[in-house]
Every structure is written in C-alpha cells, then in structure tokens.
C-alpha cells in the first residue's frame, strides 16, 4: 500500500485512510494534476464500502484527491463535507489495523493521524474561502470564533508595524525594558541572552511579534511576512526540541538547559493562546501550506499536552495555563483531546477563583498588576466560552466574582485611571486600560460604575461611596471624590502575600489635583544572574516604601489588622497596626479631612 501511493504521488506522511481504499482506483484514473477532476461514484463507492461508513469515508476521499491528486476539488464540495466530520474518530477510524503502514517514525498515536485528517479538510476549506476575500466563509469550519481576533476589524499600532518589521531582520521584539531590540541573528539563536535577566530569555519564546506579523500581512497582503513566520515557527521548532522536563532539576536559572526557558509552562500556555491569533491572521497564506500545518498542529497539540503534565501549583501562573488549556480546547475541538482540555481548565478557574480571590474581591498575591491579569483571565475565559455556546459550564458565582474583582480595581483606581505601583505592579496608562474597560462593560451591562470607567463618564455612574476598606485584602482607600481633581490616598496594610508582594506593608500612594505625590519605587526587575537581582532587591527593600523602617532592615512580619475604620463624617479615619520587627509594633493612623 505505500509503493502504490508513492506510485501515484499521494504522499506517505498524510496517513491518509483514503489512499488504502482508493488505490486501485486511482491507479485506473490516473489524474495527472489536472484541476477539478472528481473521483467518479465507484470510486466513492469503494472507499465506503472499504471503511464501512459510505459518506464520511466518501468526504475523505474527495479530500485526498482535492489536497494530493488533482488539486483543488471545488469549494462547494469542500463545504459540505464538513459537516460530517463531527465524530469520525469513533465512527471510522477504530480500526487501528488499516493505518498500521502509515505510522511516522515519531510513533504518533493513532488519534492523532485521524485528527490530521479532519483538520485538513476543514483547514483547506478555510483556507480557500480565506484566500478568495470570503472572510465569513473561513469561519465555517464549526462555528468556532476567537473574540480576542476580529478578523473583520483588524488594526496595527505603529509599535505592532514596527516589531513586525523588524522580526523580518531578526530584531525580535522581547521586552519593552530593553529597547531597540537585539538582533538574534542571521541563523536564530534562541539561547542568546544578551542580559542575564531571566524575563529577557523566558519571554523569547513568548515570540510577541509573530501576532503582529500577522496583522502585517493581513493588512497589507504581503506574503513575506507569511513566509518568514512559517520559516521561524519550523526553525523555532527544530532548534527548541521538548526533551525531558522537570523544572524541579532546573537548578539555578542562569545556568539552566534551555528547555526550561522553552518548553517553562508559562511561556507554552502563552504560545497556546497566540498560536490561535497566529492560525487565524495567516490562514490565507501562500506558505501555510499542508505540510506546514501538519507540523503546526503535532506542535499544538504538544503543547496543550505539556501543559497538562506541569501545572505550576498556585497563583497567576496556574491561572495563565487553565485559561489557555480552555482556548485550545474550544478553539480546536476536532482534536480528540479538546474536551478534556476545555474540562480541566474549567475545573481547575472554577476552583481557583474561589481559592485566589478574597471576599472583598481582590486577588490573594496582592499585587495590583496580578489583580488585573488574573480579572482578564477569569474573564476572557468567560468571553471564549460564551461566544462559542460554553457559558453554562461556569456558575453564576463565577461572574459575581468576576464582577466584584472589576470593582475592587476601579476602587483602587486614581482618577487617571492608573493604580498605585504597590508590590510588582507597574505602570499602565489610561489608554492601555481602556479596551479592557470596554469589554467588561459588554459583559456587565448593569453595572453602572463599570459603564462610566468605559466611556469616560460619559454614561454609566460613578460608584456611589467615596473612601473604600478591602479589608481581607487590606487595601484601603480615602477618597474625595471621582472627578480628575479629586484627593486620593491608597494605604495597603494586609495579610502576607506571595512572591509578587513586596515587603511594603503600611506603605501608601497620595494623588492629589493631578500628581502623585508619593509614589511607590515598583519593582523594575524580577530575576536573573547577581547584577540583575541585586536590582530587584533594592526596589524591594522596605526603605525604599512608605512605610516605618527599622535598622534599614526589610519587615520581618507582616500581618496587618484594621484598627478603626470610621467614614461617617466629613472626616475619614483609618487605624491599621503590624507586628513589623521583633519587639516592635508599626501602627499607622491617617485622617482624611474634607
């Protein structure tokens, strides 16, 4: 059966089903490239009665012929096919015996070859609609949409233009610390590490600037970016092996194997995600071709799968790899494992907002940048699983939370929008934080100060209190008001957090009339080799916070308690006390007069 497909040029690597029940057949007809030619009623006659399922086996048939005999079938034929291919693992392909002579030498299993098979006919279907201007058409393919990638309204920033431009040189764009961007080289280098930070070598393999090479190419129609993607995804792929993982073996990071800057969760879930916008901007394209997007896909599902093997324990991260795990799930589900993929994640967000959000709706690291992250993750989760009829899988205790979270950060908001840059947070300007707004007043209609953050006061209202005590959280806000001149004095004094929270309790932030005029240091940097932590020690430090120092030495405790909290004059008291040093209790009483 392999020499009479070699024969005939139906390519061995498709594992295609097709070519054991239509060999002889394709041996009479012989059709020689020529364009639109069909497999006649016997033929399909055939195949059916070799696979015992007439119809589908039929449409599988007509796709080897459309993708390796004769070209293109016409796009018709194509579109009602798909329908069909909703179940076949089941139906057809049990029988593991007929596709014993095209296993590949990676031994992928046998699921797997089925899936190839069933995303290619959809795949090409899309991708002929795609390239005839059919935009809606190349969704047809189940109905399944990604919200995050409005194929329909596709937009660039001059940053995206210029980080696609640049990827075309190898100036790839990795962190916005470290700018212009280095160049990896003529031949990739994907372990140059031009500083020892450790973000710098991780958020390599984020590969940001394919997204916007995506964008590029759509806009403009230039088949250069496609192709200098696919050549970098395939190289990315042969120089980025998954071999043996365990991050328990990592040791120290700066002397770590590559594979765990590669193949670390977070970096996978991050590609799991944008691997979606990817497949979407450059379907279309000349170089998506199908043995590109066999590779893509064996990648893909590599990927969901790794993730699933390493779960981080807790926080942010394990929260970053649930949501992704769903957006693969309800984006591909013609893969056998997409179900469990989009349950796991599921479980694993419907357990962890109960954990990682406090009752009065802030998340449990403390860290306002994480508060934000993890609301986008709960929500897009949401967002994905609706738009593709999945909401009923999240209950309504879900959304409260969601929605309560949303609230929190408006709270700790000053009236430019920006949030004080307590722990690891950093700085986000109005406009970047604007489309969020934007979305969550589509999903929150009736929540009226969610309204007014989204249009600028310009409908909706504000929220009706004024100073605000997260007491669980101990973030603890004194307020005059909500318009651009108002005072406000964000205090934070709570529980211990975890890595992102720094050693700050008691520290505060006071906006006034425009200014902040007690800024917090932030973090500047995470990890890496000595020069690079010692940075972030010093911006950690207690002394260089808002807050009571002793012997220039950081906080040796830290469980704050709310003292007095008192808001109901023209005067706003608030007493929070910490067991700060040995011996030595820091307590701090602000009164906030009008």
Known sequence: K???????????????????????????????????????????????????????AAHIVAYEAHVHAVGRLALEDLRNAVPHFSGLYDKVFQKNEMLGAFQRPQHVGVHLLAQRIIFHVRIHTDRISARSGNVPAARRRTGVVCPEANLADITITPDEQRWADEAMHHRFFVHKGYQPSYFYGDDIDWEYWPVKDNELRWQ????????????????????RYAAEWCAEYLDWMRKNPLTAYDEGKAGNWTQAENVYFAWRPLEVSDRLEFKIHQFLYFLPAEA????????????????????????????????????????????????????????TGVGILNREIGEQVYDDGMQYELDLHY?????????????????????GEFPAAYLATVERMIDAYIDCSFPDYTTPLFSDNRFREREELMPYYRAWAEVFPANAAIRWMATEGREGTAPEHLSQALRTSGFYVLRSGWDADATVMVLKAGPQGFWHCQPDNGTFELWHRGRNFFPDSGC??????????????????????????????????????????????????????NPSYEGLTHRRTVWFVD
Request: some cysteine.
């Open 2 to 56: 392999v020499n009479a497909s070699r024969e005939h040029r139906v390519p061995v690597h498709v594992h295609d089903l097709a070519v054991v029940a239509v060999v002889h057949r394709q041996r009479k007809h012989r059709y020689k490239g020529v364009e639109h030619q069909r497999l006649d009623a016997a033929a399909l006659h055939f195949a059916g009665k070799a696979l015992g399922q007439q119809e589908q």
């Open 288 to 343: 998506f071709s199908g043995d590109f997007l066999l590779h893509f896909l064996d990648n893909y599902h590599r990927h969901a799968e790794h993730i699933t093997r390493h779960f981080s324990a807790k926080g942010n991260h394990l929260l970053f790899q649930a949501q992704r795990l769903i957006f693969a799930g309800v984006f591909f589900p013609e893969f056998r494992d997409a179900a469990r993929w989009r349950a």
């Open 524 to 577: 500047y940097v995470y990890a890496g080799d000595k020069e690079v932590t010692d940075q972030r020690n010093w911006f950690r430090q207690t002394q260089v916070h808002n807050t009571l120092t002793l012997d220039g030495r950081n906080l040796e405790h830290t469980d704050s308690k709310c003292l007095r909290w008192e808001t109901d004059d023209a005067t706003h008291i608030v007493t929070v006390g």
């Open 204 to 223: 390599l393999h984020r590969m940001k600037w394919w997204v916007p090479m995506g964008k590029a190419y759509r806009l403009s129609g230039d088949e």
């Open 371 to 391: 508060h934000h992250e993890s609301i986008d993750i709960f929500f897009k989760a949401l967002r994905m699983m609706d738009a593709n009829g999945h909401r």
